[in-house]
């Protein structure tokens, strides 16, 4: 079952403005992702469904993240049917993202309360999602479209919340952007999830990188 509900997820994302997400087969790997992050600030990540055997892993990173990391907020990724985001929020995600905008994903999490977010990519897919009962649109990918794309859609719709994902970069200039055009909070992978010369996760970057775009996020807002 989900802890925190679609309302407390939502709150969340919009305190903090970032939801790194990742995928990793190793769950020590995981951990270790999930501590970096944790310690840089971040209390949301999207675990990205996109191996063999994602399940399990969840699910261990899930237990791991609910006795060791009070306050962070586990969901999951790259879901694009309602049996897997059943499954999923049984084993406590509490959040769904996928990255096409499916009527079967939103009845199952809202009849347990859960947040989902949908991949949209024009504003009658966001007006859909919405009538659905979508409180955060996720924007992919977000590169192809831009900041100048969310200013568009805020203007008849300054009530829709909209998280980008991918193609946001956790630098200044990147942020200012999406954070100036309206998004709600941004999605952040492998450009934050970033791995040494010899590809290796560098943790210490990962934290410090973590850190350093809330910060930049929080002053944006100011």
């Not at 939801?19 to 995981?30: A, G, K, M, T």
């Not at 469904?49 to 999951?76: C, H, Q, S």
């Amino acid at each position: 079952m989900s802890k925190y509900s679609r309302i407390e997820v939502v709150n969340v994302m919009s305190r903090t403005g970032l939801v790194p997400l990742f995928y990793d087969s190793d769950i020590e790997h995981c951990k270790s992702i999930l501590n970096a992050l944790y310690k840089g600030g971040a209390r949301l990540l999207e675990f990205t469904a996109r191996g063999d055997f994602a399940e399990d892993i969840f699910a261990k990173l899930n237990t791991y993240a609910l006795a060791k990391l009070p306050g962070m907020i586990l969901g999951v990724g790259s879901v694009t049917d309602a049996a897997s985001a059943s499954r999923y929020m049984a084993l406590g995600a509490n959040f769904i993202v996928t990255p096409v905008l499916r009527e079967d994903i939103a009845i199952v999490c809202n009849r347990r309360k859960v947040l989902w977010s949908p991949g949209c990519g024009s504003l009658s897919e966001i007006a859909k999602a919405e009538e659905l009962g979508c409180e955060v649109v996720k924007l992919f990918p977000g590169g192809i479209y831009g900041p100048d794309f969310v200013k568009a859609i805020k203007a008849p719709q300054p009530w829709t919340s909209i998280m980008p994902t991918g193609g946001v970069s956790p630098t200044k200039e990147n942020l200012s952007q999406w954070f100036d055009a309206g998004v709600t909070c941004v999605g952040i992978g492998s450009k934050l999830i970033k791995k040494d010369a010899n590809g290796n996760y560098d943790i210490e970057s990962i934290e410090t990188t973590t850190r350093d775009a809330l910060q930049i996020i929080e002053a944006i807002r100011k």
